[in-house]
């Protein structure tokens, strides 16, 4: 374990290695100090901590906008959702000129905005389909589960007698009809209202692709069903989407990867439990590109499900479908942000999406929204140690290399018959062993830069020059992919730093080894962060 630890040291990225701090986004300290204090609501936005938080929104806003146009769908107090952005950002479109003549959103605002009204109420905690990323004009979604027959009507009943006596689930007042009072009274013509609204609105932002993280078909507490999925849909509303059952832990068993010292390698999940009944559905079309044996999903420790998981719906967004994507969990707010946080770094690092943002910005930019705003509970995840919110940025190694990124299929669409010798694509089919790590423990190309004098990382001509002639485009894509990888450690120890110095982490008790507590004291006094003395990480 000691090894592991040297190793994960050792891949904190050029930052820990030159001497100098990563650079931090100013405010992210106060971002995470706030993060770590109080949940997110968006109705508690006044006093000290309703400034904070508006300079936390008032920041994203000013991130979106350097890339791209944008329109606000307003939850001032939560009147939408309570845990939701005050200021939701709908993207319509890249802000450069090129991008906004080939991609450009055909939906109305105002016609969103309605239908989010209209259909809050099917999805559990009234966690709505929310677009969250665009790529390639696509809308990637997130939302909770859909809502079980008992929390749709308590969440009705519950708004009928508050709202003095409108029930914001149907729609205007005005809209309400003796039909309408009929259809309450039966269950099935409930869901085929509000279900059907929540079907309108996956339509109407051209989401076909619906991903369901859950261990369970239905949520069960106290014996009751709480919530449902569309995969158990018993009148199969939503059979004209393609459903997607790839089940991922529950928050419940981070515990595990603290207690282990942080260490994912080697932590397989339980599937015999008995709550566990959601079998992996994935439909053909989608794995046979991808070399993945999913019959074994269930012997997969927690770095390769979560990298088979991630190649998946990138492979999903980056096909020639221009069809958006959905992805949720149960409640929205613990699985559902780090695979769409993951998801927005890939993309990002591939320099496909948030193209100005520095390492910093788009740090700062997915921890406060998609993490922050959008509700996940770090305090009470600390108190339990379920510490889902470190894995995901402390998993950033396991994603640099050319597997994940979305350039490939871009590149192999663009490139010319392939030229008699050794390329690219041969040394990437090289196994590990035979490529030599001169660079970096988690680099893909050490081989072809090894003997370059720029091999501490940077492309260099000589570097050009071992990849045969008239693969120019094949070189190019190498300097992408180092740059990947560089973006994303930065990003990784930029958010190791500023964790250890506001959030900290403790040690699993008992620990002989020291823990990564440990390991993280010396990552930031290497770096410059701190002194000499000592304090509680």
């Known amino acids: 374990m000691a090894g592991a630890r040297a190793a994960a040291a050792a891949s904190a990225g050029p930052s820990a290695s030159s001497g100098n701090p990563p650079p931090q986004e100013p405010g992210l300290g106060e971002l995470l100090e706030e993060f770590s204090r109080t949940q997110y609501r968006a109705k508690d936005c006044s006093g000290t901590g309703g400034s904070?938080?508006?300079?936390?929104?008032?920041?994203?806003?000013?991130?979106?906008?350097?890339?791209y146009c944008y329109s606000v769908i307003q939850n001032v107090n939560g009147d939408i959702c309570g845990h939701y952005p005050q200021h939701i950002v709908f993207l319509e479109y890249e802000s450069s000129e090129k991008e906004k003549d080939t991609f450009q959103s055909t939906v109305?605002?105002?016609?969103?905005?309605?239908?989010?009204?209209?259909?809050?109420?099917?999805?559990?905690?009234?966690?709505?389909?929310?677009?969250?990323?665009?790529?390639?004009?696509?809308?990637?979604?997130?939302?909770?589960?859909?809502a079980g027959w008992g929390e749709l009507y308590g969440r009705t009943g519950y708004n009928y007698i508050f709202s003095g006596g409108a029930d914001d689930a149907w729609a205007d007042a005005e809209d309400i009809t003796e039909e309408d009072c009929a259809l309450r009274s039966s269950d099935t013509h409930l869901f085929d209202k509000v279900r059907g609204y929540d079907i309108k609105l996956l339509r109407y932002l051209s989401v076909k692709y619906i991903c369901d993280l859950m261990v369970e078909n239905k949520k069960v507490k106290f014996g009751?069903?709480?919530?449902?999925?569309?995969?158990?849909?018993?009148?199969?509303?939503?059979?004209?989407?393609?459903?997607?059952?790839?089940p991922y832990p529950g928050c419940e068993f981070f515990k595990e990867y603290k207690d282990r010292?942080?260490?994912?390698?080697?932590?397989?999940?339980?599937?015999?439990?008995?709550?566990?009944?959601?079998?992996?559905?994935?439909?053909?079309?989608?794995?046979?590109?991808?070399?993945?044996?999913?019959?074994?999903?269930?012997?997969w420790d927690l770095v390769q499900q979560t990298q088979n998981y991630l190649k998946l719906l990138l492979s999903i967004i980056n096909s020639d479908d221009d069809s958006g994507l959905l992805v949720h969990c149960i409640s929205g707010w613990d699985r559902t942000p780090l695979f769409i946080s993951l998801l927005r770094l890939s993309l990002w690092a591939d320099g496909l999406i948030h193209t100005s943002l520095k390492p910093a910005e788009i740090l700062y930019l997915t921890v406060a929204y998609d993490w922050f705003l959008f509700g996940h509970m770090l305090v009470d995840r600390l108190s339990k140690g379920e510490e889902i919110f470190f894995f995901c940025f402390n998993f950033l190694k396991h994603i640099i290399s050319e597997e994940f990124s979305a350039l490939k299929t871009q590149r192999r669409k663009s490139l010319p018959a392939r030229d008699a010798g050794f390329t690219l694509e041969d040394?990437?089919?090289?196994?590990?062993?035979?490529?030599?790590?001169?660079?970096?423990?988690?680099?893909?190309?050490?081989?072809?830069?090894?003997?370059?004098?720029?091999?501490?990382?940077?492309?260099?001509?000589?570097?050009?020059?071992?990849?045969?002639?008239?693969?120019q485009t094949q070189a190019a894509w190498l300097a992408a992919l180092s740059e990947r990888e560089t973006r994303l450690q930065e990003v990784r120890s930029a958010f190791l730093a500023t964790y250890s110095s506001t959030v900290g982490l403790q040690a699993a008790a008992p620990s002989p080894s020291g823990a990564i507590g440990g390991l993280l004291e010396q990552f930031v006094r290497g770096v410059g962060l701190r002194g000499t003395s000592s304090s509680t990480l």
Request: with cysteine; charged share 25%; net charge positive.
């Open 224 to 246: 009751m069903n709480v919530t449902s999925s569309e995969k158990v849909d018993k009148a199969q509303r939503y059979a004209d989407f393609t459903l997607l059952s790839i």
């Open 261 to 299: 010292d942080y260490m994912a390698e080697g932590l397989i999940f339980n599937w015999k439990q008995d709550y566990v009944d959601a079998p992996l559905s994935i439909p053909d079309f989608l794995t046979c590109s991808l070399n993945i044996d999913w019959s074994q999903y269930q012997s």
């Open 108 to 146: 109305q605002v105002s016609k969103l905005q309605d239908l989010v009204n209209r259909s809050k109420t099917a999805r559990c905690r009234g966690r709505f389909v929310c677009p969250v990323i665009l790529f390639k004009g696509k809308h990637i979604c997130r939302s909770a589960t859909l």
């Open 52 to 67: 904070k938080v508006e300079r936390i929104e008032k920041r994203c806003l000013e991130l979106f906008g350097r890339d």
């Open 427 to 471: 040394i990437c089919m090289l196994r590990r062993k035979d490529r030599g790590s001169t660079t970096s423990l988690g680099s893909d190309f050490s081989l072809v830069m090894e003997s370059s004098p720029g091999a501490a990382g940077s492309f260099t001509y000589e570097a050009v020059e071992l990849v045969p002639a008239g693969a």
